[in-house]
């Protein structure tokens, strides 16, 4: 196992809370990692000022100054490579990526998305979580490949739904678990327990997973 910190970069095009709960980790000495970037498709992120305050170089690219999807997504991994990043953090990164920009990425980039995935791919989860009646919610953490939302979860948080939850209470609800998960995965990571076991499963100290890990208490269980 590799002591030197994993070298890290991060996308966001919001507020950027569960960048602030990687950061708060890694200051308590509990996430192994170096910050190298943080990149956004939103010049006024709130991601970027956190990472800014955090002293962690940030860049802004903007969508409407290429003539393609595929032209941006090509010259944003351009960047992200030139950073020195060795893993890929996307928290809430709004942006379906090109298929072939990302492919040299895959098994070195996850993200986390507000739902118990397979379920709920893409937009407004909690609202269809909602609407379907479920009993739980939840957030998962999953390598990144071309289908949208589709690749390997690696771990998952779990929450009731509550009667009289509304769309804001819930999504308010689970992002502090959010913010517990996301860190907690990438802990793993850089300790090198975790990886992808390509093309299609997560390996836990070097044994394949057949379902994600799940967080409990704070730490991640089988
Ligand atoms: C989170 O709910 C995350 O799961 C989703 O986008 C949201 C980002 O929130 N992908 P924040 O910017 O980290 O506060």
Redesign the pocket.
Known sequence: MSTAPLRVAVL????????QALIAARDAGELPVDFVAVGSDKARA??LQLAQDAGIPTFTLDPKAFASRRDYDFELFRRLEASGAQLLV???F?RIIDGDALTPWVGRMI????SLLPKYRGLHTHRRALEAGDAEHG?SVHYVTAELDGGPVIAQARIGIRPGDDEPML?QR??GF?HQLLPAVLRLIAEGRVALLPPDRVALDGQPQREPLQLREGKLVD
Request: hydrophobic fraction near 50%; glycine fraction near 18%; charge should be neutral.
């Open positions: 966001a095009s919001g507020r950027g809370s569960n960048l709130g991601a996307l928290a809430g709004m993200n986390i998305h507000p957030a999504a689970l992002l959010e």
